[in-house]
């Protein structure tokens, strides 16, 4: 409060202050006399004081007043301030009950479900315990017959290459039927409607129909040197010698390589004791027969797989054809995107088909690349193998002995 200019706050009673208004008495006749001057001057100077001293209590009582509130809404700001906190508390310890309540209950979950999973491996190494005498042998069984196999594809290829023919003639048959009964079990049938399949149908029919004709024999040796060489590659063919699986895919993609070797180079001795001679004077390189044709011959199987599996049988998703199968691998997915369409794998297919027939159009011509074309896939189905029995093979053998230090991994 400000009156007259000087601070209330500051008034003292005997200050002066400006008067807040003059009085002028003047008499009827228009003029005053001394005495009415001096009780004029005596009563202003009272009316002065009793309206600095009203100033006075009022600055003072408003003052009181101010402290007054100030110190209840201090009072209540702590009061707020206080409440704050033990709500912030009641809030944090209710947190850590509730925190503490899930971790105990995912605990108790987490170890009867790890109990539960040791007793189902333990049951299951139990039970295969009991039949592991059968299995053993079954699996000794096919081991030996591997390697024997290697053997005299070893010799065949070598020195015997009049066993070629007949080899691939018994052997082929019997391991697609095996084939197309397990892969119809696992609902893999659409694999069997594959261009490796079909090109080994291919040769199969050449070499017992028209082994005489220069033409169709550089076609075989085309067909087993690009889509089906390639296939090894693809599919990451392995020499596991205890699996008919993995033996099987790796004889469809590797014998009818042999075969065209054997016909292509020695062309007298593969047709020793078969039914028929084969072409002692080998077709010439030709880019009709060596790249042209077998382009061709997987054109064709491209549009007859996409009329019967994409448009005639339409498979459910659960069911796994070559499209499915390559586009889910990783390094697909890295080069065309997570879904690539299905006109890319066609494209693919066929540029690849290109490129690798236009390789065997080379080793048509030179005897020393076709033995280096053998050599690199021999040693990569070779590496897939070494890395099946010392990845895959021993980490089975270490899971069936500490199952619990495995669940305990698992669950880290």
Same mark, same amino acid.
């Given at each position: 409060?400000?009156?007259?200019?000087?601070?209330?706050? !500051?008034?003292?009673?005997?200050?002066?202050? @400006?008067?807040?208004?003059?009085?002028?008495?003047?008499?009827?006749?228009?003029?005053?006399?001394?005495?009415?001057?001096?009780?004029?001057?005596?009563?202003?100077?009272?009316?002065?004081?009793? +309206?600095?001293?009203?100033?006075?209590?009022?600055?003072?009582?408003?003052?009181?007043?101010?402290?007054?509130?100030?110190?209840?809404?201090?009072?209540?700001?702590?009061?707020? !301030?206080?409440?704050?906190?033990?709500?912030?508390?009641?809030?944090?310890?209710?947190? !850590?009950?509730?925190?503490?309540?899930? #971790?105990?209950?995912?605990?108790?979950?987490?170890?009867?479900?790890?109990?539960?999973?040791?007793?189902?491996?333990?049951?299951?190494?139990?039970?295969?315990?009991?039949?592991?005498?059968?299995?053993?042998?079954?699996?000794?069984?096919?081991?030996?017959?591997?390697?024997?196999?290697?053997?005299?594809?070893?010799?065949?290829?070598?020195?015997?290459?009049?066993?070629? @023919?007949?080899?691939?003639?018994?052997?082929?048959?019997?391991?697609?039927?095996?084939?197309?009964?397990?892969?119809?079990?696992?609902?893999?049938?659409?694999?069997?409607?594959?261009?490796?399949?079909?090109?080994?149908?291919?040769?199969?029919?050449?070499?017992?129909?028209?082994?005489?004709?220069?033409?169709?024999?550089?076609?075989?040796?085309?067909?087993?040197?690009?889509?089906? +060489?390639?296939?090894?590659?693809?599919?990451?063919?392995?020499?596991?010698?205890?699996?008919?699986?993995?033996?099987?895919?790796?004889?469809?993609?590797?014998?009818?390589?042999?075969?065209?070797?054997?016909?292509?180079?020695? @062309?007298?001795?593969?047709?020793?004791?078969?039914?028929?001679?084969?072409?002692?004077?080998?077709?010439?390189?030709?880019?009709?027969?060596?790249?042209?044709?077998?382009?061709?011959?997987?054109?064709?199987?491209?549009?007859?797989? #996409?009329?019967?599996?994409?448009?005639?049988?339409?498979?459910?998703?659960?069911?796994?054809?070559?499209?499915?199968?390559?586009?889910?691998?990783?390094?697909? !997915?890295?080069?065309?995107?997570?879904? @690539?369409? +299905?006109?890319?794998?066609?494209?693919?297919?066929?540029?690849?088909?290109?490129?690798?027939?236009?390789?065997?159009?080379?080793?048509?011509?030179?005897?020393?690349?076709?033995?280096?074309?053998?050599?690199?896939?021999?040693?990569?189905?070779?590496?897939?193998?070494?890395?099946?029995?010392?990845?895959?093979?021993?980490?089975?053998?270490?899971?069936?002995?500490?199952?619990?230090?495995?669940?305990?991994?698992?669950?880290?």
């Amino acid at each position: 409060f400000y009156i007259g200019g000087v601070s209330a706050t !500051k008034m003292d009673v005997n200050d002066e202050f @400006p008067r807040p208004h003059s009085l002028s008495m003047a008499s009827s006749d228009g003029y005053r006399s001394n005495d009415e001057d001096d009780i004029l001057s005596e009563n202003e100077s009272n009316d002065n004081d009793d +309206y600095y001293l009203d100033v006075y209590k009022f600055v003072t009582v408003m003052k009181d007043e101010f402290k007054k509130r100030r110190e209840v809404m201090r009072s209540e700001l702590e009061r707020r !301030k206080e409440a704050i906190q033990k709500h912030k508390e009641d809030v944090q310890e209710a947190v !850590k009950v509730r925190k503490d309540q899930f #971790t105990s209950l995912s605990r108790e979950k987490i170890d009867a479900g790890k109990k539960r999973l040791t007793k189902i491996q333990k049951d299951t190494i139990k039970r295969l315990k009991k039949y592991e005498p059968e299995e053993n042998h079954r699996l000794k069984v096919i081991f030996t017959k591997s390697v024997l196999t290697l053997v005299i594809k070893t010799f065949a290829v070598c020195s015997g290459q009049w066993l070629l @023919p007949w080899y691939y003639t018994i052997t082929c048959p019997g391991l697609i039927i095996w084939r197309l009964i397990t892969y119809w079990r696992n609902q893999w049938q659409y694999f069997l409607l594959d261009f490796c399949y079909f090109g080994n149908l291919i040769i199969f029919c050449i070499i017992w129909f028209f082994p005489s004709y220069p033409e169709l024999c550089s076609l075989i040796f085309s067909i087993a040197n690009g889509m089906l +060489y390639l296939g090894a590659f693809s599919f990451r063919n392995s020499l596991v010698f205890h699996s008919v699986d993995k033996m099987t895919s790796t004889y469809i993609h590797t014998v009818p390589v042999l075969l065209s070797f054997g016909i292509r180079w020695f @062309p007298a001795k593969s047709a020793l004791l078969w039914h028929s001679s084969f072409p002692l004077e080998p077709h010439p390189p030709s880019i009709i027969w060596n790249v042209l044709a077998p382009f061709g011959v997987t054109v064709l199987h491209t549009l007859l797989y #996409t009329i019967l599996v994409n448009v005639i049988l339409r498979p459910d998703e659960h069911i796994v054809t070559s499209y499915r199968y390559l586009k889910a691998k990783s390094s697909v !997915k890295k080069m065309f995107g997570p879904d @690539p369409p +299905y006109i890319v794998f066609v494209l693919m297919n066929w540029v690849m088909c290109l490129v690798f027939s236009v390789l065997s159009y080379f080793s048509y011509q030179c005897f020393y690349l076709h033995i280096l074309a053998m050599i690199v896939e021999l040693v990569f189905i070779t590496w897939n193998g070494a890395g099946f029995y010392v990845d895959v093979f021993r980490m089975s053998i270490i899971r069936q002995q500490s199952p619990t230090v495995q669940l305990g991994k698992k669950e880290d």
